[in-house]
C-alpha cells in the first residue's frame, strides 16, 4: 500500500509502458473540468444580468408609476383652474352645449 502510495506521488502512472491509457483519462477529465468551470462562468454571468435588468424593470415600473401620478394631477379640475387663472381666462358659468349637424344625406 506504501508502496503505490509512493509510486503515485512521484508520477510513475504517468511514464510507464501503458501510461497513454492514464494520459488520456487524465485530458479527458481536464477537458470536463474546463467545460464545468466556464459553464459555471456563464451561469453566474445570467444570473448578474438577470439581476441587473430586474432592477431596471422596477426602476422604470417606479418611473411609469411617478409619471401617472403627477398626469393625474395635472389633469385634476382645480389644476386646470389654476393654470387658467394665472393667464386671466375664467371659466364659463354656462356649461357646453353640443351642436348636432345635419348633413343632406340624412335627411
Do not use: C
Not at 468551470?37 to 424593470?57: F, G, P, Q, R, W
Not at 401617472?68 to 387658467?84: D, G, Q
Not at 387663472?85 to 356649461?95: C, V
Amino acid at each position: 500500500m506504501k508502496k503505490n502510495i509512493y509510486s503515485i506521488l512521484r508520477g510513475k502512472f504517468l511514464i510507464s509502458d501503458d501510461s497513454f491509457k492514464n494520459w488520456r483519462i487524465i485530458i479527458f477529465i481536464s477537458f470536463l473540468a474546463i467545460v464545468m468551470i466556464a459553464s459555471s462562468h456563464s451561469a453566474d454571468k445570467k444570473v448578474h444580468e438577470i439581476a441587473k435588468l430586474t432592477n431596471e424593470v422596477k426602476e422604470l415600473r417606479s418611473a411609469f408609476v411617478d409619471g401617472r401620478s403627477k398626469l393625474m394631477r395635472l389633469k385634476m379640475e382645480s389644476s386646470i383652474i389654476n393654470k387658467v387663472a394665472e393667464k386671466d381666462i375664467q371659466i364659463s358659468e354656462i356649461p357646453p352645449t353640443k351642436i348636432k349637424v345635419k348633413s343632406s344625406n340624412q335627411e
